[in-house]
């Protein structure tokens, strides 16, 4: 293991530094909405277009590592991360605002698909720990920058500029130069699989929506901001932790019977929340959204084989329901009530509970 770690630590020091800028980023929507929709005089279903304009630049980020992974490194990536941070930093307007989510996305997604595929790969047996490890590290970045936000009084220029100038320091330090490590081989097995992709959208998707709507359905529920913006960061230290002891236990664990359990415990969280509206259950369901992405990706890594278009059509699918879910969540707040959102996600992810349960079998083999 120390040999492994000593040929890879600086892919894995990057890669560090990157998920916890990315969770920084993406953990910032949702205490920034209300203080968009007051500095624009937008509504929440035109507040949910912005996490969506985030995941549709995402997916251009796959494409291009679809397309032309070989000629993409790191720092290319922490660049256009700066570039978009920097774009949302300055307030110019809300077709900026998109714009500055839509080229950050494209940075996150370039870099989901680096770093996830190759520390998989180069630590062989100890790859689905570090892979956990990886995604931990996310939650840092989560946890702290809602904190700052309200420590800032909800000042969109400070918060997003400092997040700029992080991931620029961060390319500084991050590979340029030399190609590489490859994370698959071109010429390996690639089988499509539809309902495990299905699953990966459906999950992502809601992580998307418990990440950026939440705030706002916590606040319909009586939070005030700055507390919702508190019970965010108390999310991502759940999901920190379960992604942490993930680290301990991924590469003796089924990842399918892992990310059954993770729907279940989601479900019944915000269940418990739109019945009681007790915001403090929203907390528990950041353990369980934690461990959606390392399960997801490590079952259809296993059903899909080792091509190295195989990790960006897998994170392609999430990004389908990143996209997706806040749109459709959105617009039903915007009608039904912002509290409704509990109401909706829970009887979503109990209804996907069940149909993983009935698919476990041939899921899991």
């Known amino acids: 293991m120390r040999a492994i770690l000593s040929a890879h630590a600086g892919l894995l020091v990057a890669g560090v530094l990157t998920f916890i800028l990315m ?122 920058a809602p904190l700052v936000f309200v420590w800032a009084g909800s000042a ?49 998707g809601m992580e998307a929506c418990l990440i950026g709507l939440g705030p706002i359905a916590l606040i319909a529920l009586g939070a005030g901001e700055a507390e919702a913006a508190k019970i965010l960061s108390l999310f991502f230290a759940a999901f920190l932790a379960a992604r942490l002891a993930l680290v301990g236990f991924a590469s003796a664990i089924e990842p399918f019977t892992l990310f059954i359990v993770a729907l279940a415990i989601t479900g019944v969280a915000l269940l418990g929340t739109a019945i009681t509206g007790a915001t403090w259950l929203f907390i528990p369901a950041g353990a369980s959204a934690g461990l959606f992405f390392p399960a997801f990706y490590m079952t259809a890594v296993r059903q899909m084989g080792d091509h190295a278009r195989v990790s960006p059509t897998i994170i392609a699918a999430g990004l389908v329901g990143g996209i997706l879910s806040p749109l459709v969540l959105g617009a039903i707040m915007a009608r039904m009530g912002d509290a409704m959102f509990f109401s909706a996600t829970a009887a979503l992810m109990l209804a996907a509970t069940a149909a993983a349960l009935a698919l476990r079998k041939g899921m899991a083999r």
């Open 156 to 204: 969109i220029g400070a918060t997003w500029t400092g997040l700029a100038v992080l991931a620029a320091l961060t390319a500084l330090v991050a590979g340029g130069g030399k190609r590489p490590e490859v994370a698959t081989t071109a010429t390996g097995s690639y089988r499509f699989r539809l309902p495990i992709l299905t699953f990966g959208a459906l999950a992502i």
């Open 23 to 144: 969770g920084a980023g993406q953990s910032l929507y949702g205490p920034a909405l209300p203080a968009f929709t007051r500095a624009f005089a937008l509504g929440t279903d035109a507040a949910g277009v912005l996490i969506s304009a985030h995941w549709v630049g995402a997916a251009g980020g796959i494409g291009l590592m679809f397309l032309a992974s070989a000629h993409i490194r790191p720092r290319h990536v922490l660049m256009l991360m700066a570039a978009g941070t920097a774009l949302i930093a300055t307030g110019a307007g809300w077709g900026v605002t998109l714009l500055g989510a839509l080229v950050y996305g494209l940075g996150y997604g370039c870099s989901t698909v680096i770093y996830n595929a190759r520390v998989l790969r180069v630590f062989g047996p100890y790859g689905p720990s570090m892979l956990a490890l990886l995604n931990a590290v996310f939650g840092i970045g989560a946890i702290a």
